[in-house]
Structures are given as C-alpha cells and as structure tokens.
C-alpha cells in the first residue's frame, strides 16, 4: 500500500470487483418493493427506477433497470468499489435503527480472523497519516460531513451511509508511546454490511481523507 494508489488495483482485484459489481446488479434487479428497501435504507424514492442514496456526504442516483449510479452533482459514475458498496448496502438493508453503541471490528462476524487485514488496510493509513496531528483528520473529515466523537484524542464520526455510522479515532501518543487509532462502528452495521464491505469502505473513507491532506 501506498500513499499514490489506492489498494486493491491491478487486474487480479478488478476482475474480482467486476464480478462482484455484476452479482449486486443481479441483487438489485430481484428486489421486488424498491418503496420498502428504500424504508430499510433511508434511500429516497424517485421513482420505480430511480432512487437516491446518500453516501459519504454526497447523494448518488441509482439507476435500478439499467444498474447505473451516478454522483448528482456531476453526472459521473462512481467508481466501481463504490458503486459496488452503495449496492450492498441498498439490497442488504434491514432497517435496523442506529443503536449508539459502538463496536469494534474484531466484534463483527469473522473479525478477529480478518483483523490484521483489517489494520493493515485501515488502522495502519489512519495512524500513519493523522497520528502526529490529528488534528488533520479532524479538518480533513469535514468534506465527508464528519462530527466530533468523544473517543481517544480527536475522533470524528462520519456517517458513511444513512444508517451507517463509522469513528475513527486517534491518541496522539509521545516520545514514549507511538500514536495508535481505530476504527468503530454502530452495533446495527452488520444487518446492512458484510465484514468484507466493513473493510472495503473503511479503506476508502481513510484514503479520501488522505487524499484531502494540503500538501506541505
């Protein structure tokens, strides 16, 4: 991983993205009532082809007979892991509240399996990147629509999804501790996210945040 390219590219992941694009669109064709998923999700309901899901502070059009999901404010096309999360979250909805408890990703089902992934996926850029002055994370999370969270050091809370929010959470460390982080998540997430997707859009959130960091 590195701080230029995103993880997860090459031909090997996309064809894999592709394939798991394909299966969603599937998913989404065999759903019957898009008024009630849209209930499940906290999607807005346009039409019997067209909803909007808000996702990472900015709404999407889904187009649900052709499988195309648009960024409204410019008409382009999300990228292929988005579109394939926005998928998995509008199909996979149950509806759960928001529960305000946290939890960790080694709670979720087959974490403590995937967790060193995970770190190195998620944990690691977090820390890297924000841990001696977090207080860029706390300014770069703005974009994102990002709150103030009462954990560690600086945290923020970004609702990732309607129904879906993710704190990231820093200690700034000293010259005897190194600065550490983690990732939290409302106890509801797995009734609208598999772990897998949990690991994908945490990657995504802490690479845009990156990515929003002034250069020197």
Same mark, same amino acid.
């Given at each position: 991983?590195?701080?230029?390219?995103?993880?997860?590219?090459?031909?090997? $992941?996309?064809?894999?993205?592709?394939? %798991?694009?394909?299966?969603?669109?599937?998913? +989404?064709?065999?759903?019957?009532?898009?008024?009630?998923?849209?209930?499940?999700?906290?999607?807005?309901?346009?039409?019997?082809?067209?909803?909007?899901? @808000?996702?990472?502070?900015?709404?999407?059009?889904?187009? !649900?007979?052709?499988?195309?999901?648009?960024?409204?404010? %410019?008409?382009?096309?999300?990228?292929?892991?988005?579109?394939?999360?926005?998928?998995?979250?509008?199909?996979?909805?149950?509806?759960?509240?928001?529960?305000?408890?946290?939890?960790?990703?080694?709670?979720?089902?087959?974490?403590?399996?995937?967790? *060193?992934?995970?770190?190195?996926?998620?944990?690691?850029?977090?820390?890297?990147?924000?841990?001696?002055?977090?207080?860029? +994370?706390?300014?770069?999370?703005?974009? +994102?629509?990002?709150?103030?969270?009462?954990?560690?050091?600086?945290?923020?809370?970004?609702?990732?999804?309607?129904?879906?929010?993710?704190?990231?959470?820093? $200690?700034?460390?000293?010259?005897?501790?190194?600065?550490?982080? @983690? !990732?939290?998540?409302?106890? @509801?997430?797995?009734?609208?996210?598999?772990?897998?997707?949990?690991?994908? +859009?945490?990657?995504?959130?802490? $690479?845009?945040?990156?990515? *929003?960091?002034?250069?020197?």
């Amino acid at each position: 991983m590195t701080h230029d390219h995103s993880p997860s590219s090459g031909g090997c $992941w996309e064809r894999g993205f592709d394939l %798991s694009y394909r299966l969603a669109c599937e998913q +989404l064709a065999r759903i019957s009532d898009i008024r009630q998923q849209c209930r499940k999700s906290g999607a807005q309901y346009i039409g019997p082809n067209e909803i909007v899901i @808000n996702y990472l502070n900015q709404p999407y059009h889904v187009m !649900i007979h052709d499988c195309k999901i648009l960024l409204e404010d %410019s008409g382009t096309e999300a990228p292929l892991r988005d579109k394939i999360l926005i998928l998995h979250y509008f199909t996979g909805a149950k509806g759960t509240p928001i529960t305000g408890k946290s939890i960790a990703y080694k709670q979720l089902q087959g974490g403590v399996s995937y967790f *060193s992934a995970f770190s190195q996926r998620a944990i690691g850029p977090l820390v890297k990147n924000f841990g001696r002055d977090p207080e860029l +994370l706390r300014k770069a999370a703005v974009k +994102l629509g990002g709150r103030e969270a009462d954990y560690g050091d600086v945290s923020v809370t970004i609702n990732a999804f309607d129904r879906v929010p993710i704190t990231l959470v820093l $200690w700034k460390g000293d010259e005897e501790v190194a600065p550490n982080g @983690n !990732i939290l998540f409302d106890a @509801n997430i797995s009734d609208y996210l598999s772990t897998e997707d949990v690991t994908v +859009l945490s990657e995504i959130i802490i $690479w845009k945040l990156v990515r *929003s960091i002034p250069s020197a």
